[in-house]
């Protein structure tokens, strides 16, 4: 898997920088901007999809004193980068909009606190994940088009080269989403009661 400095030199060419970075603490003007950018830029890349190797599923912990409006109130889960969607316990099956549970980000004294009507709630979450070993690669494809996107005007003030790394990163996501779709399986489709009263 690549290493943080290897993204960002991957980055750095895209935007046809030839000096490649060794670290972030090096004097450069490249190393500066990859120091200033990256860290968030990983985040935003990370909130930006569904990225199966950083996906956590946890139950959250009640913590009582709900908000008006709310039937209960939990912590916002410690590691959590995104919440993608509350669901019951046990529930494994992709939600239709139908299915899906209404819930609302808050804060109080503790921090941050999710507000929903489901008992017993568990959380789909993007968590934060720092250590660049455990990257898939079209992650990190898609983390050096982003950066490229930051890159280019600084490094080369060619706007040209920032709207195609633009077009590249969006081209990344959804060629991850298809990947994505094709590492998981659903639970299969339970039968209607109208083909189980035939048989």
Same mark, same amino acid.
């Given at each position: ?7 960002? #030199? ?10 490649? =970075? ?9 190393? *500066? ?25 946890? /139950? ?24 993608? #969607? ?18 609302? =980000? ?58 195609? /790394? /633009? ?8 060629? /991850? *989403? ?22």
């Amino acid at each position: 898997m690549s290493s943080d400095v290897e993204i960002c #030199n991957i980055a750095l060419s895209r935007v046809a920088y030839t000096q490649p =970075i060794v670290s972030f603490t090096e004097r450069s003007k490249a190393a *500066e901007l990859c120091r200033v950018f990256y860290s968030s830029l990983r985040e935003q890349v990370l909130q930006a999809f569904p990225w199966p190797f950083a996906e956590s599923i946890v /139950a959250l912990a009640d913590i009582g004193s709900q908000a008006p409006g709310w039937a209960f109130r939990y912590r916002y889960p410690a590691d959590c980068l995104k919440v993608r #969607n509350i669901v019951q316990p046990g529930w494994r099956r992709a939600l239709r909009s139908d299915q899906q549970i209404p819930f609302l =980000i808050g804060y109080d004294p503790g921090g941050r606190v999710i507000h929903t009507d489901q008992p017993e709630a568990v959380c789909r979450f993007t968590f934060k994940v720092e250590d660049s070993t455990f990257f898939d690669p079209q992650f990190a494809d898609a983390l050096a088009w982003r950066l490229a996107m930051e890159l280019a005007l600084p490094l080369s003030s060619k706007p040209d080269l920032q709207q195609f /790394a /633009a077009q590249q990163y969006r081209q990344a996501l959804t060629i /991850a *989403e298809g990947s994505a779709f094709q590492e998981s399986q659903d639970d299969p489709e339970p039968e209607s009661e109208f083909i189980m009263v035939r048989s």
